[in-house]
């Protein structure tokens, strides 16, 4: 990592859903969820009830903080789905200039993170490079989805995105988080053990194309 990137994180807004899905589309692990999908996430009054956050990054700063911002984008489509880990991922529809991987979770490395909670947009030069859903169930949350863009990883943004969501949960009184990754990906599995998430089971065949089992991780949050 060249240095932390110069990053902030909300709520998710129905503003947006188009960056998410574009992001979304070139992340092979992905969920490709239709954006009636991440409405219903937004949506308070629904159940399960979900959070979802988004991670903003300068696309103004300086090139030490997110190297090159747009110049890196057409480069990163091009490797499209070249490095990922993935947190529970269901299907479900899309489109991106970016390309990315679903980001293994991490909650140390000692970086504070909160949540944006100011209502409404506003014209910046800040632009959406990741996001993450959970669905709560006191006392437990599942993490559905949490990705970052190709060209904003490996600089902190999904340490503190995570990091921002379980501060989120933790409000809520959730007590454990909960995830479900493939079992052929060894270095998620190791990356979420380290960071506290021990496996809990298996689901066998759960995953699709191709068929494969799912392992279960969780993580205390209380």
């Known amino acids: 990592m060249s240095g932390a ?3 902030r994180i909300r709520r998710m807004r129905a503003g947006d859903v188009e960056r998410v899905l574009e992001i979304a589309s070139y992340l092979r692990g992905a969920p490709h969820w239709r954006a009636s999908v991440y409405a219903a996430a937004m949506n308070s009054e629904n159940l399960p ?12 700063a300086p090139r030490n903080s997110i190297e090159g911002f747009e110049e890196r984008a057409a480069g990163a489509k091009a490797q499209a789905g070249s490095a990922q880990s993935s947190a529970r991922l269901k299907p479900c529809t899309d489109t991106s200039r970016f390309s990315g991987g679903v980001l ?3 909650t140390d ?14 014209s910046t030069p800040w632009r959406v490079v990741g996001f993450a ?14 990705a970052v863009a190709a060209e904003a990883q490996r600089r902190g943004v999904g340490e503190r995105l995570l990091g921002a969501l379980v501060e989120e949960l933790r409000a809520e009184r959730v007590a454990e988080l909960l995830l479900e990754v493939r079992a052929s990906n060894a270095a998620a599995i190791g990356f979420y053990r ?7 089971g298996r689901r066998a065949r759960y995953y699709a194309e191709p068929e494969e089992d799912a392992v279960l991780m969780r993580m205390k949050l209380a």
Do not use: K, M, Q, Y
């Open 5 to 7: 990137a110069e990053v």
């Open 133 to 146: 859903v959970a669905s709560v169930v006191s006392p437990e949350a599942e993490l559905e989805t949490i």
């Open 49 to 60: 009830r979900r959070i979802a956050l988004v991670v903003e990054a300068d696309a103004e």
């Open 104 to 106: 293994p979770l991490s």
């Open 109 to 122: 490395g000692g970086t504070e993170a909160r949540v944006d909670h100011s209502p409404g947009c506003e």
């Open 194 to 200: 380290v960071r506290g998430f021990e496996e809990a």
